[in-house]
């Protein structure tokens, strides 16, 4: 006989042998149980979790001899022949190479005979979303009203590209990735019947290899039993391209402490033993977010799927950082990650990646570093030098004598004379200068507005383009006037208005200057650009 892989040799046949199904499990049991079986039901979920084999065994606890039951002999002629493939009354349909019209108009005849052997003829499409339109509007009708001998079983990776009209004619059941801890319990069931000798951490590394698929995992074993009879970590790392915890944490460490001279070597070490950088990639990034996690919540346990050394290096790395320092590495990492992937260089991408976030090592959080880039609007001060001349000269406390009486409070005294001395025109363009140093775009959406200036109040005139910023203005002025008087010592009103139609903005009365033949022969014997116009309040030209 020739060799039976252990996925199909292990292949579950009862419903209590599924593994991390236990909600699918317990409700197909109890329909079955209490006679609800419906007629047609839609498995779905990632692949290799048990969607056709749970297909098979309801076809067996159907038409078993002593049902229908919840558990199945496994004994008799018809569960026998449902294991061998060979039932007449259960028919697997590959959806992928039968998607036309014509397959289910067969379908279609064939359902309306009854059972030869078994009470139930079972129908288990597998990848239904791959039939097309035509074909699920051709099978609605029998789906909806089926002959009572039918069950049909619609498996699915994809539910979202089945039809609604199809979706609301069967029950859902949607099937979860199973967890790598339950993936490791079956191992060790299947590996001590087999009498494979593995280490446990080995069995770890291939569980989370599989990604929460148990086909996926048992073929991993097998390909490892055919490697060593005493399979080691070394030999799963070596055949999966795993990286060792003990270096990602490492690596984490001197990035964190900013220790570009052991990133270096480290990269350098990992390039000599062969790891791929790309997956090495993908491995740091899985364990600076569950770094993070753990730098948030209290306990992981409930969270994190982590093995003992996983747990220790994370419990150590979060005593030298912080959440937000996690969490922008993270971001950043994240960001990098896709240039890593696709570069034609992966190595110089992952050592500028690192070597760049090292240099966020001193930061103590998320804020600081943020300022530090310039992203954080800094507050708006008037220019040193040209307030220096207006500071008035103070008379030192202990200079002034003791028996004077204390000057009565002024009303509305401004809180320096600089600020008295700058005017409201003067105020708003050193405002918008310090604005344009940390915020540019807002400081570009205030240029195009046409102020002017009278009393105490400041008039924005909206023309052309910078009408659609109106709303964007109106919901910062309380900070613009507090910028002016930070400035002026003045508490203006900002009036904001749209400018008729004759009113041009800033970029029109540009170009009408370009027109001006004064202007024209200016720009061409001095290679000139004309930067700005300013309206004459007088009458006349602009100038």
């Known amino acids: 006989m020739s060799y039976l892989v252990l996925a199909r040799k292990w292949r579950p046949q009862s419903f209590d042998d599924l593994t991390g199904q236990e909600h699918v499990s317990r409700i197909l049991k109890n329909t079955i149980a209490q006679n609800k079986v419906a007629h047609a039901y839609i498995f779905s979920g990632p692949r290799g979790v048990g969607k056709t084999t749970t297909a098979r065994i309801l ?21 026998l022949s449902v294991v061998e493939g060979s039932s007449i009354d259960v028919s697997e349909i590959d959806g992928a190479s039968n998607t036309g019209v014509d397959n289910i108009r067969d379908l279609r005849e064939r359902v309306r005979y009854a059972p030869s052997e078994s009470k139930y003829k079972v129908y288990i499409i597998d990848e239904a979303h791959m039939l097309s339109t035509a074909a699920f509007n051709a099978l609605l009708k029998t789906l909806e009203e089926p002959p009572p001998h039918v069950v049909f079983v619609l498996a699915t990776t994809e539910p979202r590209k089945i039809l609604p009209t199809v979706l609301s004619r069967c029950q859902h059941l949607p099937f979860r990735r199973i967890t790598s801890h339950a993936i490791k319990e079956r191992l060790k069931f299947i590996t001590k019947n087999e009498a494979i000798v593995i280490s446990d951490s080995a069995l770890e590394m291939v569980s989370r290899a599989a990604d929460g698929s148990m086909r996926d995992s048992l073929t991993i074993l097998d390909q490892l039993s055919s490697f060593s009879d ?22 984490t460490s001197a990035l964190i402490e900013g220790d570009r001279s052991r990133i270096i070597m480290t990269i350098a070490v990992l390039i000599d033993t062969g790891i791929d950088i790309k997956t090495y990639t993908r491995d740091m990034l899985q364990f600076l977010r569950n770094l993070l996690i753990a730098t948030i919540v209290d306990t992981t346990e409930n969270i994190l799927d982590l093995n003992e050394e996983e747990d220790a290096a994370i419990k150590e790395l979060k005593s030298i950082t912080n959440q937000e320092h996690v969490a922008l590495l993270l971001s950043e990492f994240i960001k990098a990650e896709p240039s890593i992937r696709s570069s034609l260089y992966p190595r110089v991408a992952f050592e500028l990646t690192l070597i760049r976030l090292s240099f966020l090592s001193h930061f103590k959080d998320v804020n600081e570093a943020i300022k530090s880039l310039g992203d954080v609007p800094k507050q708006i001060r008037p220019a040193a030098s040209r307030l220096d001349k207006f500071s008035p000269k103070v008379q030192p406390v202990e200079d002034i004598p003791e028996n004077k009486t204390p000057p009565a409070p002024q009303p509305d005294t401004p809180r320096s004379e600089a600020k008295q001395n700058v005017s409201l025109a003067e105020a708003w363009g050193n405002m918008i200068t310090h604005i344009e140093e940390n915020d540019y775009p807002f400081a570009s959406k205030l240029k195009e507005c046409v102020a002017s200036f009278s009393d105490k109040t400041i008039a924005l005139s909206l023309n052309g383009g910078a009408s659609m910023h109106e709303e964007f203005i109106r919901e910062k002025l309380n900070a613009l006037k507090e910028q002016i008087h930070e400035l002026s010592g003045i508490n203006p009103e900002i009036k904001i208005e749209i400018a008729k139609a004759k009113g041009k903005s800033k970029r029109d009365l540009i170009e009408d ?27 006349g030209d602009n100038v």
């Open 59 to 79: 076809s067996k606890a159907l038409n078993c001899a002593e049902g229908p039951t919840p558990t199945p002999c496994g004994k008799c002629q018809s569960c």
């Open 230 to 251: 005493n399979i080691l970590d070394s030999d799963v790392m070596n055949m999966l391209g795993i990286t060792d915890i003990r270096s990602i944490s490492d690596m």
């Open 513 to 539: 200057a370009k027109q001006n033949k004064i202007v024209s022969t200016g720009l061409e014997l001095f290679e000139g650009l004309v930067s700005d116009v300013i309206p004459n309040k007088k009458g």
